[in-house]
């Protein structure tokens, strides 16, 4: 039995190889799909399915680092108040201090890698768990950014800083596609950021030692270090580029609304959480892809998306996506038991 | 005549097919202490585990009061008045001594907990056993030798008539030990029968009446203590044919590859240790539980810290303080315990087999799957390791196969001193060969090898040398021409 199936693993190709192993996940999301196709008028258009994803860019991007932090077996709840503090930084920067473009953007980032060092160096370092660790730079990432904004919105002027994420990428000949029938349709910039970090981390998790790493530490962390793999290193590594890719989302989100409250990416480590999880990976560390992933991600977006199109309160919606973590999780640990 | 308090008879267990025990007959009477005596691995543990309902004996019988009684449960070896205290301190450290004996079967008052009822009844044991402890201490505040004490306080807390002990003194100092026999005098008293078991022969000698000498799972010999004569114990417990499926062959040994001057490692008990192994040379340490051999092995590593000493690699001294810096200087360590420190199970074998060794596979998003095969495709003609792809997870293989994995990873960065610690524990008989082969023909391309085992055949038929150690000294070393089972037992047991 098991030498067919190895066998069977290696012959196949990578497609058929990524829908073997996400299956569950694959059915859920086009179950979703049917249901909110059938269900509502406006769900399954082109223009929706276009802003349903625009509007989960910013927590792909996120879910990168997060995606790290859960496969070594730790998390980071900590990316919210990062996005938070970040954007407002950049916008306070722009819009108080006219400070120059180029600068601001380096600013906001360097903010994003700070709070990543200092939750890595917690965790790998002192030995902090990574909850209390990422709960306690949580608090103080959005106390920061209170402090900065003084609870008053700061709104953005600066054209170059909106162009951002305010850029759009016409695609001709879909004009037939959208809601009015005369313009084409266009994709915001920030689809493209989010697939290309998508698949950035899919390199640096697949294709360099890093990877290997970071899957060593999170499958048995004694056996990494008696590989001669320096632990604390790689443990700490992975929430410094968490901390970038916050940074990213944030002037992203910021340069969107092209304003920043105090209370901006508040609660985006749920989402980003429920999205790795409900992709399949492993909340004890070392299993996990950027394919599931991504389909965690779609899941996210879909539910939040159709229940809105539905006219459901958003509150029920907080309701339905707890459902939808359990309902995976208990998927996971079921397949888990059988196996063994 | 009076009934047996306990008497197991015709006990079997087998695990898959390695046969642990084979018809073993134990008895015990009341009031009286009963020695368990025999090797690491001659199925002590495995006995006490059936009696105290952890495992399910294949086959026989158990007694007690000259009823026959079935086991299967730990509650059920608890309703029947056995108590079983483990080497291992399971106590909640942050609770009292009351809390913790009454853990579980707690006494209640209007439906709350009656926590003065239970430090009562705790004060008047500790204060009936003679010793000088207060009920309501928190556990974590005692030292480790009375954290033991009071789990023995614990196990005879309800109603015992059996009590076991495995090893209760590894961790004791002499007067936690002279309390420890002070409470085994007073159960005897009260008609409770002791089981103990100990390598430590001048305790046996002393609190025992009488000695069960175990090997490879039968009974060797029954002997009242008064009767022993420690050279007829230790020729019982070893005195097993050497079996032929070791292979050693003559080749030169070369210059010393590492040397190690007065290693200390306080914080494990690890005190002046010196030896030294050359190039093309298999040296063994040979030591009993407990002697510090894995965590001298360690030390050396890089994963404990030394407190000082020196380590001489060529004639030169280096410094290694992680596993990284050892395996940079060529010494690398194949652990005892594949699955916790050697494999990362959920992986496959390729990932394990590369993880030491990924900066030679893998260069900036380049991996070289071909590299990386042939060493896989290598080492798995040359081991005979019994896989159908390199993408087997490892957890899946036999134990055989996952260390021929372990030792892979680790010769394919050809080191210059290799550590193998227990290398064939848990390993078939047709595995065990095989990985001696292996270590022949490392020793013949002139790897410095180490081998810690606690097989005592091992390293008669495997060494050019050995270290005997006991409690983190060496406590001697032997040429291979003045190697004998009972050199290296009274070396090992040889305690001042």
């Known amino acids: 039995m098991a030498n067919n199936k190895s066998i069977a693993v290696k012959d196949s190709n990578a497609v058929v190889n990524y ?79 006219h400070c120059n473009f180029f600068l601001a953007l380096v600013i906001s980032l360097l903010v994003g890698l700070i709070i990543g060092l200092i939750n890595g160096f917690c965790i790998a370092y002192l030995k902090i768990p990574a909850f209390v660790a990422t709960l306690a730079t949580m608090s103080i990432g959005r106390g920061v950014c209170k402090i900065i904004s003084k609870g008053i919105s700061i709104r953005i002027r600066d054209d170059a800083y909106n162009a951002i994420a305010g850029t759009k990428i016409v695609i001709p000949g879909t004009e ?103 992709g399949g990976t492993s909340m004890s560390g070392g299993s996990g892809t950027v394919g599931g992933t991504i389909i965690g991600i779609l899941i996210i977006a879909v539910l939040s998306n159709g229940l809105n199109v539905m006219g459901v309160n958003s509150f029920w919606q907080d309701v339905f996506k707890g459902i939808i973590i359990i309902v995976a999780v208990v998927i996971d640990v079921l397949r888990k038991s059988k196996k063994r | 005549m009076a009934e047996k308090l306990l008497k197991m008879t015709n006990i079997c267990k087998s695990f898959g097919t390695n046969k642990v025990l084979d018809g073993i007959e134990i008895e015990v009477d009341k009031g009286e202490v009963v020695a368990l005596l025999g090797e690491n691995g001659a199925g002590k543990s495995t006995l006490i585990k059936i009696l105290g309902g952890i495992y399910h004996a294949d086959q026989g019988e158990i007694y007690i009061d000259g009823e026959l009684k079935t086991i299967n449960s730990v509650s059920d070896a608890g309703d029947n008045g056995i108590r079983i205290i483990h080497q291992e301190i399971v106590l909640v450290p942050d609770r009292s001594i009351a809390a913790n004996v009454f853990l579980g079967r707690e006494y209640k008052k209007n439906g709350l907990i009656d926590s003065k009822r239970m430090q009562r009844e705790t004060q008047a044991l500790i204060d009936e056993l003679g010793i000088p402890l207060r009920a309501n201490t928190l556990v974590r505040e005692l030292p480790l030798g009375m954290q033991q004490i009071v789990e023995i306080i614990k196990a005879i807390s309800a109603e015992a008539k059996i009590v076991v002990m495995d090893e209760p003194t590894s961790s004791l100092s002499h007067a936690e030990t002279e309390t420890l026999f002070g409470i085994i005098q007073r159960l005897t008293k009260k008609g409770v029968g002791v089981v103990y078991i100990s390598h430590r022969l001048d ?51 070369g210059d010393i590859a590492l040397e190690v001057k007065d290693f200390c490692n306080e914080a494990d008990g690890i005190s002046n240790v ?40 060529d004639g030169k001294e280096v410094k290694i303080n992680k596993p990284s810096d050892a395996i940079k200087q060529g010494i690398v360590y194949a652990s005892e ?65 996952q260390q021929k994995v372990v030792l892979s990873k680790w010769l394919a960065l050809h080191p210059k001193v290799i550590i193998l610690d227990e290398p064939t524990r848990g390993i078939d008989v047709g595995s065990k060969s095989e990985i001696y082969e292996i270590i022949d023909e490392l020793a013949a391309n002139g790897c410095a090898i180490i081998i810690v085992s606690s097989e005592l055949p091992e390293i008669i038929n495997m060494c050019n040398r050995c270290y005997v150690m006991c409690e983190g000294k060496v406590s001697g070393e032997l040429k291979e021409a003045d190697f004998s089972q009972e050199a290296i037992m009274t070396m090992a047991t040889n305690r001042e």
Not at chain 2, 280 to 304: H, P, Q, W, Y
């Open chain 2, 337 to 401: 315990d594949r699955k916790q420190e050697g494999l990362v199970l959920m992986n496959d074998i390729e990932f394990n087999m590369g993880l030491a060794n990924l900066d030679e596979y893998i260069k900036f998003l380049h991996i070289d799957k071909k590299a990386w095969g042939e060493m896989i495709k290598e080492y798995k003609e040359k081991f005979s390791i019994k896989i159908t792809s390199s993408k087997q997870i490892a957890g899946d293989l036999s134990g055989g196969n």
């Open chain 1, 19 to 97: 829908f073997k192993k996400n299956f569950g996940v694959i059915l859920g999301l086009v179950i979703l799909n049917v249901i909110f196709a059938v269900t509502t008028k406006n769900y399954f258009t082109a223009s929706n399915i276009l802003t349903m994803l625009q509007n989960n860019a910013v927590n792909a991007i996120i879910c990168c680092g997060m995606l790290m932090a859960i496969l070594m077996g730790q998390i980071d709840i900590s990316v919210g108040s990062t996005v938070g503090l970040t954007g407002m930084v950049g916008a306070y920067l722009i819009t108080n201090l």
């Open chain 1, 176 to 278: 037939a596609l959208s809601a009015n029938g005369r313009v084409p349709l266009s994709v915001s910039v920030i689809l493209i950021y989010a697939i290309i970090l998508l698949a950035l981390t899919w390199l640096l998790l697949n294709k360099t030692k890093f990877g290997y790493y970071i899957y060593a530490i999170g499958g048995n962390e004694t056996a990494a270090k008696y590989s001669g793999i320096d632990t604390k290193l790689y443990n700490l590594l992975p929430y410094v580029i968490t901390g970038g890719l916050c940074a990213v989302g944030g002037i992203i989100w910021a340069s969107k609304l092209q304003g920043v409250q105090s209370t901006l990416g508040e609660s985006f480590e749920m989402d980003a959480i429920s999205a790795v999880v409900i």
């Open chain 2, 274 to 313: 010196n030896f030294h192994v050359r190039y093309g040379e298999v040296v063994g340490f040979a030591g009993l539980v407990g002697a510090k051999r894995t965590e001298t092995m360690k030390t050396i590593f890089g994963v404990k810290k030394k407190t000082s000493g020196k380590l001489l690699l």
């Open chain 2, 203 to 253: 305790e046996l000698f002393r609190i025992t009446d009488r000695i069960l000498v175990i090997r490879d799972g039968i009974s060797v010999g029954n002997v009242k203590t008064k009767e022993a004569r420690r050279e007829e114990l230790v020729n019982m417990m070893v005195g097993r044919e050497l079996t032929s499926y070791y292979t050693r062959n003559a080749h030169d040994v």
